[in-house]
């Protein structure tokens, strides 16, 4: 086995693991947190440059990062001061599911591509509990998606994710390079005009962020 065998081992992807029924459903959640935990437009730590994509959150945590407090983990938005909305139910069913992970996962950072939005090639370093994987669903416009190696720089492969795929990210291949490319405009109809103006892709990303206590014994 290569050195890049073992990296990707934990990386699997779920081909149209929600159907379109069920990911209207899952548009759905997001757009019944619009009024409480809306999408805002994070800013880089220091240089205060926005990101090109805007987030909300579900869980018990989600993920921010502005000018003056860097990348971390809060429990309520940063602008409106509500807690961020419980995960939707068929988030936590693909968890249990697929994450091989003995606590529930306390973050699901939402991530809203516009047509000319992407995502530069970085680590997530933020979650304590590095053994969980990430599992990414992606919901809208297809993209095409990088990972790359432990380090900057290197082989890297691309593939094109399409509406209801599930990316699984476990095992060694949590701690790759990755970024989003470019998204395809036009390539869906999932987003709808009204909440979502502009369409795009949105991206949701299930983690586990603290490490959990250890188990009573019985
Ligand atoms: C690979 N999001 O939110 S999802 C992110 O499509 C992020 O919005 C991209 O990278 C998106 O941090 C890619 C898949 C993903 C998420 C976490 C990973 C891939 C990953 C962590 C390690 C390796
Ligand atoms: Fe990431």
Not at 179 to 194: H, K, W
Request: charged share 20%; net charge neutral; hydrophobic share 35%.
């Amino acid at each position: 086995m290569t050195n890049r065998d073992e990296m990707i081992a934990g990386f699997r992807v779920l081909p149209g693991y929600f159907d379109r029924e069920a990911q209207a459903q899952l548009l759905a959640h997001v757009r019944n947190v619009q009024a409480m935990t809306p999408f805002w437009r994070p800013t880089m730590p220091r240089t205060g440059k926005p990101l090109s994509v805007k987030m909300t959150n579900f869980g018990s945590l989600g993920w921010m990062t502005d000018k003056a407090g860097g990348y971390r983990y809060v429990t309520h938005h940063p602008e409106t001061g509500a807690p961020w909305q419980v995960i939707p139910e068929p988030l936590m069913a693909l968890w249990e599911a697929h994450a091989d992970y003995p606590a529930v996962p306390e973050a699901c950072l939402v991530n809203w591509y516009a047509p000319d939005s992407r995502m530069g090639m970085h680590v997530d370093w933020d979650e304590a509990a590095t053994d969980a994987a990430v599992i990414s669903v992606s919901l809208g416009d297809k993209a095409r998606f990088r990972l790359g190696n432990h380090t900057r720089g290197g082989t890297t492969q691309s593939m094109i994710l399409s509406s209801g795929d599930v990316v699984v990210l476990g095992g060694a291949s949590r701690r790759c390079y990755h970024g989003v490319d470019r998204i395809y405009p036009g390539t869906s109809t999932l987003l709808d005009e009204t909440s979502f103006p502009g369409g795009g892709r949105i991206n949701l990303t299930l983690r586990r962020v603290t490490i959990p206590s250890a188990p009573k014994p019985c």
